[in-house]
C-alpha cells in the first residue's frame, strides 16, 4: 500500500474541514484533505443559507472569503408567524448583531478556491475506509482512490469532518452510531424556485396545517419548506399542489410563484457523539452532532468547533502542549449542547407533531406568546440565532 504522509489528515472537504485546514494553513500546519465526492458534487448541493455574524467576521478575517461580505444579505431580523399575525424578532435592537444569507455551497466553493490557490493538499473521490492506531502517536487513514488504489495518509493527529455519516466516529466511539439522538416525526420539503422575494426577512411560520419557512437566495431565486412525513417522496407533488401547499402554511401572505426548478426532502434529527476524541483522532461538525435545520445552527456549529480544534492543534504540533488538546471536548460541548437545545426547541415550537391534541396546540401558542410578548424572550431567540460569541480554549 502507498503511503502518504502529512501533519494532520483532514476527513470530509465539507465547511468544518477546508475551514480547519484553512487556519492550520495559516500558522504553516501542513494537512491533506479528502473527500469521496467530487468538486463538482461539493460545490452545487444546496444546503442551508443562513451564516451567524461570528461565522461571517472569522471567513473574511481568516481570509477564507472575500466575497462573504459584499455577495451576502444582512437580515436583522426574523418573522415568527401564528395564529394569523406575524410578529417580527428585531435582532439589531435586541443584541445588536445580524445573521448573512449566503448559501453554504458558496462558502465552499471559497473555501476550496482558497486551498487550491495555495498549492494545499485537497483530494476528491478519495473514500476513507478506516482510522487505524488512533490512540498512538502516528494515527493512519486507510483509503481508497476512485481507480481503486489504496492509500494510508500518516499523520500526526486525524480529524474526522465527514458528516452524519461519518466513517471517522468509529475510530472515537467504537461504533458508527455511538452517541445521544432523537428522530423527529416529520421532514422538511424545500424547494428553489424563480420567483420574486415573497418577504424581504426570513418566515417561520406555525400554521394549523403544519410549519414553512419562506427563505430566500436572491432577487430571482427563492428557497422554501414546507413540514412533511419523512416517507413522502418528492416527486409526488405537482408544483400546483407545491404552491398550495406552500400558501395554506402563511396565511397573511400571498408567495410569489414561480417555476420550481429543484424539489428534496430533508429528513432531519438530533444527534451528539458520546466522545469527540480518543487518542489523536477528533470529530468536528456533522460528524461529531447533528441538529435539525431549525434556526440554521449546522454549519455555524461546525464553525465554531474549527475554532476550538485549530487553537488544539497549534498548541499540540508547534509547542508540544497538550492542554488546549485535553479541553477541547468539554468546551466543545458546551456550545453542542446549547445549540442542540435551541435547535430542538425552534422545531417542537414550530412544527405541529402528528397526532398533537388540542391542548398540546393551545400550549404551543402558549409558548410562541411568551416569547413574542417578552422582550426577554425575544432577546434570547435573538442571541442564540445570531449566534453566542465564538470562544476560545484559553
Ligand atoms: C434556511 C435554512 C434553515 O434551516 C433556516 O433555519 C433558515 C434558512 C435556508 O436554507 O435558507
New binding site residues.
Given amino acids: 500500500m502507498k503511503t502518504v504522509r502529512t501533519r494532520v489528515a483532514i476527513i470530509g472537504a465539507g465547511p468544518a474541514g477546508l475551514m480547519l485546514a484553512h487556519l492550520l494553513s495559516k500558522a504553516d500546519i501542513e494537512s491533506v484533505v479528502i473527500d469521496r465526492r467530487s468538486r463538482d458534487e461539493i460545490e452545487t448541493t ?5 451564516l451567524e455574524q461570528g461565522t461571517v467576521e472569522l471567513l473574511e478575517s481568516s481570509g477564507a472569503s472575500t466575497r462573504v461580505r459584499t455577495e451576502s444579505t444582512r437580515h436583522n431580523g426574523i418573522e415568527l408567524r401564528f395564529a394569523g399575525n406575524g410578529h417580527r424578532i428585531d435582532f439589531d435592537a435586541l443584541v445588536g448583531r445580524g445573521v448573512f ?1 449566503y ?1 453554504q455551497h458558496e462558502v465552499l466553493k471559497d473555501l476550496i478556491a482558497v486551498r487550491l490557490a495555495g498549492g494545499h493538499d485537497l483530494r476528491f473521490g478519495v473514500t476513507a475506509e478506516r482510522i487505524e492506531d488512533a490512540e498512538t502517536a502516528r494515527p493512519r487513514v486507510i483509503t481508497t482512490e476512485s481507480d481503486g488504489t489504496q492509500v494510508a495518509i500518516e499523520a500526526d493527529f486525524v480529524v474526522g469532518a465527514d458528516g452524519s455519516h461519518s466513517v471517522s466516529r468509529a475510530a472515537v466511539t467504537g461504533s458508527h452510531t455511538g452517541g445521544y439522538f432523537r428522530e423527529y416525526p416529520f421532514a ?1 420539503f ?1 424547494v428553489l424556485c424563480e420567483a420574486p422575494p415573497s418577504a424581504e426577512e ?1 418566515i ?1 411560520s406555525n400554521s394549523p396545517n403544519g410549519f414553512a ?1 419562506i ?3 436572491s432577487e430571482t431565486i427563492q ?1 422554501m ?1 414546507f413540514q412533511c412525513d419523512p416517507e413522502t417522496d418528492a416527486q409526488a407533488y405537482t408544483e400546483e399542489q407545491l404552491w398550495e401547499e406552500l400558501q395554506s402554511r402563511v396565511p397573511g401572505t400571498t408567495l410569489h410563484e414561480g417555476p420550481i426548478f429543484q424539489r428534496d426532502v430533508l429528513r432531519f434529527r438530533s444527534f451528539v457523539s458520546h466522545e469527540l476524541l480518543r487518542g489523536r483522532v477528533a470529530l468536528i461538525g456533522d460528524a461529531a452532532h447533528t441538529v435539525p ?6 454549519m455555524n456549529l461546525a464553525i465554531a468547533d474549527v475554532v476550538l480544534l485549530d487553537q488544539a492543534l497549534r498548541a499540540l504540533l508547534l509547542d508540544d502542549d497538550t492542554r488546549l488538546l485535553d479541553a477541547f471536548s468539554e468546551k466543545a460541548l458546551r456550545r453542542i449542547w446549547k445549540a442542540q437545545h435551541f435547535s430542538w426547541w ?1 422545531t417542537s415550537m414550530l412544527h405541529v407533531a402528528p397526532g398533537a391534541s388540542e391542548f398540546d396546540r393551545r400550549r404551543q401558542l402558549g409558548e410562541l406568546r411568551s416569547v413574542v410578548e417578552s422582550e426577554s424572550g425575544r432577546r434570547y431567540l435573538a442571541e442564540a440565532y445570531t449566534g453566542w460569541p465564538l470562544e476560545s480554549l484559553t
Fill in positions: 444546496i444546503r442551508a443559507g443562513i444569507l448559501p422538511w424545500g426570513l417561520y419557512l427563505s430566500q437566495r428557497r419548506y435545520p431549525t434556526g440554521a445552527k449546522g425552534m
